[in-house]
């Protein structure tokens, strides 16, 4: 009786959790091969929808703010910032998902990363992508772009290096080149298993692709010394470029964006904001494409569902270290905007940040079940970006509507952003669409390496899970 115990015991856990679940490496990457190639009716009608969505909302959209200018936008005095940069600020933070799940916990070798590093990971660069957009979009005169680079030219005209934004200019095209090819870099494998069961154009696109890659001893070696160069050096960058942002506010001397947490307060936010997105996008793979429940487990969800409890706490710290410091120090302009935040036109805004934030995920991921399940995980993720974003909202637009000249109070009313962002939004589903057919969304590599690393031994009566130091 005690060795049949033994033995359930032992398949619970090789149920639960993948590293203690392998199977033969060419099944394994038969059933991602598989998952790549199954493009159903249902495939075909979502990706003509976003399509759309993003010809309509995103590019003819743009170029009728273009040909009018940006007095088609909401954007006037005192609220010259409006949903271009409110987007601009969320979709960096959305980017950062990647950078701390693939290499900050690879760093710390948390092994529960494996299977999703690389959706993670395309929410760095894609998410950077809708962000130069909607910076671009800012600009209105996008075809003068061009004047931001430092290059020679006849007027003498140079960009301000003292201006922060100058520095989110250096900050994010440096990351986005980063993150790039630290996307590459572990890619580089499952393009060479995917060129060999490839044939047709596939074939010819992964071996371009894949540079060669034979999985020589050699090889294998370069590979992970580079990957954990980019992983420690690109971990400072996803710090900076955030807080290069928040010193776009905190630079300035404007009611309620002089303040010296802003850095670290932003920095959390955005990690808040890509672990919600995270969350969403797994739950979403796992339940549309196929094999992926056995990569995706309720594991995952679990583990990720404490880290997003963590961040939350950490941001409700700092959101209220930022408004208590403010409320007793500011003066009464300050004061002024702190109260016209939470009983203003738009106050509903403040409480449903609060709301979605900190007291949903407070109360919901504490708890192993509601945390373990893909669909509650799903609804808090969608909750806490759309928290995340009403933030962002309420720190530019709402927040300049305030200044020190009563005589130019005017609330921020969006004109063709509205459209604008809603097609950066599926724009960004459409390239995630796009990936998800072109390259492995799971980095089998990574997953089998893990799976050798991990075994169950006796200690005693118990059934310990084992972790091999692999060189």
Do not use: C
Not at 132 to 145: D, E, N, T, Y
Not at 286 to 300: C, L, S
């Amino acid at each position: 009786m005690t060795e049949k115990h033994e033995h359930t015991a032992e398949r619970h856990l090789r149920k639960k959790h993948l590293m203690l679940d392998p199977l033969p490496r060419g099944q394994m990457n038969a059933m991602v091969m598989e998952s790549m190639h199954a493009t159903s009716w249902k495939f075909w009608v979502v990706f003509a929808v976003l399509a759309a969505i993003t010809a309509w909302g995103l590019f003819y959209s743009w170029g009728v703010l273009m040909l009018d200018g940006l007095g088609m936008a909401g954007v006037n005095r005192p609220s010259y910032w409006g949903i271009f940069l409110v987007n601009t600020v969320f979709w960096i933070g959305i980017s950062h998902a990647g950078t701390f799940i693939s290499a900050i916990l690879r760093v710390f070798k948390a092994e529960f990363r494996r299977p999703f590093t690389r959706a993670a990971e395309l929410m760095t660069t894609f998410g950077l992508i809708q962000a130069g957009f909607s910076i671009l979009m800012h600009m209105g005169r996008v075809w003068l772009a061009y004047w931001l680079l430092p290059y020679p030219n006849q007027r003498q005209l140079w960009p301000n290096v003292h201006s922060p934004l100058t520095w989110d200019l250096l900050a994010i095209t440096t990351y986005l080149l980063a993150s790039t090819m630290y996307l590459f870099l572990p890619l580089i494998p499952d393009l060479a298993m995917a060129r060999d069961r490839s044939t047709g154009w596939r074939k010819t696109f992964y071996k371009i692709l894949a540079l060669g890659f034979r999985g020589t001893e050699g090889e294998w070696t370069h590979l992970r010394t580079a990957m954990n160069i980019f992983a420690f050096a690109i971990i400072p960058v996803m710090f900076s470029v955030h807080t290069i942002v928040s010193w776009d506010f905190a630079m300035a001397t404007r009611p309620g964006w002089s303040s010296t947490v802003f850095g670290p307060y932003f920095v959390i936010g955005a990690l808040h904001s890509g672990m919600g997105a995270v969350v969403v996008v797994l739950a979403i793979v796992r339940a549309t494409m196929k094999h992926m429940d056995y990569f995706i487990r309720t594991e995952h969800f679990e583990a990720i569902g404490k880290l997003m409890l963590i961040i939350s706490m950490g941001w409700g710290y700092f959101f209220f270290n930022d408004y208590i410091v403010q409320w007793y120090g500011g003066d009464v302009w300050t004061k002024q905007l702190l109260h016209w935040h939470e009983a203003g036109p738009l106050g509903w805004m403040w409480f449903a940040m609060l709301i979605f934030n900190v007291l949903i995920p407070w109360l919901v991921l504490w708890n192993r079940t509601w945390r373990s399940n893909p669909w509650i995980m799903l609804t808090v993720g969608l909750l806490i970006n759309v928290g995340m974003w009403l933030e962002r909202y309420i720190i530019i637009p709402i927040s300049l509507t305030i200044n020190r000249m009563p005589f130019t109070w005017r609330m921020y009313e969006p004109g063709i952003e509205i459209p604008l962002g809603i097609g950066t939004l599926a724009f960004f589903i459409l390239l995630y669409l796009i990936a998800s057919r072109l390259i492995p969304l799971v980095p089998v590599w990574e997953v089998q390496e893990g799976q050798m690393a991990h075994s169950l031994k006796k200690v005693g009566r118990e059934t310990v899970v084992t972790v091999a130091e692999l060189e």
